[in-house]
């Protein structure tokens, strides 16, 4: 007997590259409003490797 074993199907991106841009702005519009937010450390961040994302 011979089994045969499916491929898996090749994943796909769920973010467009200008999906990462409009989060990006999202966070920066946030990030100006809310500065002296002790969790806007976390924020900045996440808008740095959102940019990163984009560049790729």
């Known amino acids: 007997m011979t089994t ?3 491929e898996p ?3 796909r991106a ?3 590259n200008e ?3 409009l989060l990006q702005e999202a ?3 946030y990030l100006q409003a809310h500065i002296d ?3 806007s450390s976390k924020y900045s ?3 740095h490797r959102l940019g ?3 560049r790729r």
């Open 9 to 11: 199907t090749r994943a």
């Open 52 to 54: 990163s994302a984009v």
């Open 4 to 6: 045969m074993t499916a």
């Open 45 to 47: 961040n996440l808008y």
């Open 37 to 39: 937010d002790p969790i």
């Open 27 to 29: 966070v920066r519009f």
């Open 14 to 16: 769920v973010l467009s």
């Open 19 to 21: 999906d990462f841009k």
